[in-house]
């Protein structure tokens, strides 16, 4: 029961499935690791049943607690922009773990996610979704995601999914040297756009890519 629930059916099919690939490869994204990953991952399974059949439309749909799961597109490209030039990344931060969807296609193409959630009921679904796949290389953290996670820094790659005003200081003193933070940032006049930036040994490398639109980020917890 549990497996066919994973392989879903109708609209939540394989068939489905391999229709948003082809449309995210439209877009332009290139990273063979990323669409493999995507094309296998049931979204479904990380929204509400009653919008499962919309879990395959490149469009963000609502979690609750004002969060949304990303668009498939973006979380494609935030992947990809984070693997891009390297074989493998060993341990990713994700600030915003969400419903776990983000965190779920990143477990399957770097060697450990550490995942920071300010709301903790959606941090106790994203667990059930993971652990439903089976994925045994995600730790979980209930916490103010602009403090990073100091236990385990420095990291080779930092995600975030959510737009602050400016990058958190924390997290780019916990990016290793040589490490990718992929993160929207938000300017004064409420435009985000998504960043790549490059730790150095003699500072920050800064890279602009897509316009994107993404909750706040907010401090504290829920």
């Not at 068939?15 to 479904?44: F, N, Q, S, Y």
């Not at 399957?108 to 993971?130: C, F, N, W």
């Not at 409420?190 to 790549?196: C, D, E, M, V």
């Amino acid at each position: 029961m549990m497996q066919r629930h994973l392989q879903g059916s109708g609209m939540t099919s394989q068939r489905t499935r391999d229709r948003l690939i082809a449309r995210l490869i439209e877009k332009g994204i290139t990273d063979e690791r990323v669409l493999e990953v995507m094309r296998v991952t049931p979204r479904h399974i990380f929204v509400d049943e009653a919008l499962a059949s919309r879990a395959y439309e490149d469009t963000a749909l609502p979690i609750g607690y004002n969060q949304t799961i990303s668009q498939p597109y973006i979380v494609a490209r935030m992947t990809e922009l984070l693997l891009e030039n390297v074989e493998t990344l060993n341990k990713v931060l994700e600030i915003g773990t969400g419903c776990g969807y983000q965190t779920a296609i990143l477990a399957q193409l770097v060697g450990d996610v550490y995942s920071v959630e300010r709301i903790l009921p959606l941090q106790r679904k994203a667990k059930i979704h993971t652990e439903l796949l089976k994925l045994k290389n995600i730790r979980y953290s209930y916490s103010d995601g602009s403090w990073g996670w100091e236990e385990y820094a420095p990291f080779d790659g930092i995600l975030v999914a959510a737009a602050p005003n400016s990058v958190p200081e924390a997290l780019l003193q916990q990016l290793a040297i040589g490490g990718v933070m992929i993160i929207p940032v938000s300017d004064q006049f409420g435009y985000q756009t998504l960043q790549r930036i490059t730790r150095l040994e003699s500072g920050f490398h800064v890279e602009d890519f897509d316009p994107v639109i993404f909750v706040p980020f907010l401090t504290g917890k829920e």
